[in-house]
């Protein structure tokens, strides 16, 4: 039945009628009276007052799957003036209407179906048992809603809703039990300056807390809300702004909850000392700016903040902890200018390898922020203390003197793909995990900064600065101490195969204000002329894409790098290692060098199928002569090489050795006058064919396990006056 456009005074009686929608619809009309109907169902209100004064309702049963009745907020409070008497009944139970009352207390109301206030000031509701429809107030001011009980367990009900116009209600110490609906909705223009505080919550098969639609300045504090059975959220935003949210305990109790806090569109609020546990994503914000969080303690599952198109967020001082296997404690999509001040974000769990955790991921489109002072610490595997990643570039972010600590094995601190012009500064980076990377440039890393940033790794080939691709980045500054890896690593660690390295990750701006272990990191890029000389304590040598470069006497305990080198010469140097990939590497279409009177001494045995003191990759016409190589697992490792122009090993003497020479693939080696004295095995290869081998006036002595070659495959190979005391070919 719908009733508009002044039908005035008609008398509705004794109908029986049931609907999809609403029951009795009445718009701009008055004085029209309802007795004795039966409203059997309806799919909406069973009566909706739009606008109408004057509607007399009386011994209506009413059936509704939304309300009773609901009449339309309104500023013009004679749209309240309507009588409905509690003999009015819904599911069998009578109806309060109060309107226009002042300084009363409504108690001891007995079993009912739905209490309605409106137009009131000073109002006390405490201690009543409300379920079925709820209590509804519009339009009340300066009122108290306490010490009741409330139950919803019909979908899209409330337990307690505040419409428009209401302003400095209090509702303390009531306890809300939900299934399917919300516990608390407030929708509302102008409900201001109210308090909801010490209250319970328990809310279960997809309710939610609180709802909040275009709602301010509510203040929400000291509430604990139990969430359990696929519940939806705690307190769900909806364009609603400036509310503060403090020391609210909230718990996901199975932790199959999916939010704790759940911001659409809503901006300035401020969420503090909240305690969120066992959520799915704790605080999620969509299209929400200008938030504030401090000192909230998170414990979820896959988000600890998730953030998209969001901008100007800040959250400070807080505690998030993260156990799933894919889980990020900060996730950000399309969201600028936000910050990261003095929080503590923990991954407790191994990460799936192809899916990894990250303590901050910063997404597609994430500028401008500032990541500072934080302590991010993982301790399970395959998992990214920060991941900057984007399929667009991700820009003018700022991060420093945060610590980031990685327990695992195969992480990374700081990975980085399409990330430009950002800063990177005052970090201080804790490695303790195997093959793992500080920092890691992936691709499309450019034009990046970092300074005064300080490295620790202690884990087996973990690396400070692992550079796959991207260029024209600047290190200034920094401090390593890397242990069992390289400071600066070129390249992707392949265990199987050689080290794949990019041209493009090689052009970067490094200069020697550097350190590792204490001693300055050389890095010559393009560079045709220089004289490197008489220095103790390098802390890593790099020469990439150079020529005419003399290294001489020069100590260090640290890696020597050789890649697209012609005419370099490295001699009269001491190079003592410990635990590296290789001391000496010489790799792509490096040709014309010279490797001279060195003494080369003690790579830590940890022998890798790519271990060797002098390495060699495509490497060609190459002299290698007068050195001492000295307790290393591996000596000599060829990985390939040319009969065209080949490499000349000359005079070196080895001794107490692992293998002296390993060569992978290997074609026209020439061998002439070399020492082998007291090493394990003399020369070994594995299953690749080795071609064109030739040694001359060379002496295999006193190897241990009764093998000076040991060859699975080989053919045109000379030995030219050359002592063998045992082999195997």
Known sequence: ISLN?????????????????????????????FQSNKIIFTGAEGFYFNNSINSNLTNNEINSSSYPFLI?????????????????VAESLPIYYYNNYTNTLINNLGDFSFLYLSNSNNITINSLNISHYG????????????????????????????????????????????????????????????????????VAQG????????????????????????????IYFDHSNSNSIFSNSITSINGIASYGFNLYFSSYNNFSNNDLSNFSSCLYLYNSSYNYGQNNSLLCKDYGIYLSYGQNNTFSNGSLWLYGSNSKGVYCSRSNYNSLLENSINLTSDSLQSYHSAGINLDTLCHNWIISKNNISTSGNYSYAMLMNSVYDNKQNNMSRNT???????????????????????????????????????????????????????????????????????LRNNTFNISKGNALFFGEIAFTHDPVIYISSLNQNIDTSNTNNGGPIYYLFNNNSANIHDLANVGQLIIVNSSNILVSNVSTYETVWLYVVSNVTLKDSSINNTYYWSIISVYNNASGNKINNNFIYNNTPNVNSNDGAIYFMSSSNLLIQN?????????????????????????NSYDNNGIVYYLFRGDGLIFNSEYLFNNTVGLQNSWT?????????????????????????????????????KSSI
């Not at 339309?72 to 009015?88: A, K, T, V």
């Not at 639609?213 to 696929?230: A, Q």
């Open 404 to 474: 980031i600590r990685t327990y695992g094995n195969n992480n990374h601190g700081l990975y980085l793909i399409h990330m430009l012009n950002n800063s990177f500064e005052n970090n201080h980076f804790f490695i303790y995990g195997n093959n793992s990377n500080a920092i890691y440039l992936y691709e499309y890393t450019e034009n990046n900064t970092f300074i005064d940033n300080s490295i620790v790794t202690s884990g087996s080939y973990s690396n400070g600065f692992s550079f796959r691709a991207g260029k024209y980045n600047t």
């Open 207 to 234: 309710g939610y807390g609180i709802k909040l639609y275009n709602s301010s300045l509510l203040n929400i504090t000291r509430n604990v809300f139990n969430l359990s059975n696929s519940a939806n959220s705690a």
């Open 627 to 651: 050195n001492t190589l000295s307790h290393n697992p591996v000596g000599i490792y060829v990985s390939s090489s040319s009969s065209t122009n080949p490499i000349q090993f000359a005079n």
């Open 5 to 33: 456009d002044n039908s005035n005074h008609n008398l509705i009686k004794n109908n029986s009628i049931s609907a999809s929608d609403i029951g009795i619809y009445l718009s701009y009309v008055d004085n029209n009276s």
């Open 689 to 725: 064919s080795l071609t064109n081998l030739t040694f001359t006036d060379c002496n295999f002595i006193n190897n241990i396990n009764d093998l000076d070659v040991s060859l699975e495959s080989g053919r045109f190979l000379s030995f030219i006056n050359t002592t063998l005391d």
């Open 72 to 88: 339309n907020p309104s500023n013009n409070l004679s749209y309240y003036l309507n009588y409905i008497d509690n003999n009015n």
């Open 135 to 202: 209590l509804m107030i519009s339009s009340v001011n300066n009122s108290q809603i306490k010490n009741n009980s409330f139950n919803v367990t019909v979908y899209n009900r409330q337990g307690l809703e505040i419409r428009s116009n209401s302003e400095s209600i209090n509702i303390t110490n009531n306890t809300f039990n939900v299934n399917y609906g919300n516990g608390m909705y407030i929708y509302s223009y102008n409900s201001l300056t109210s308090n909801i505080q010490d209250n319970i919550f328990y």
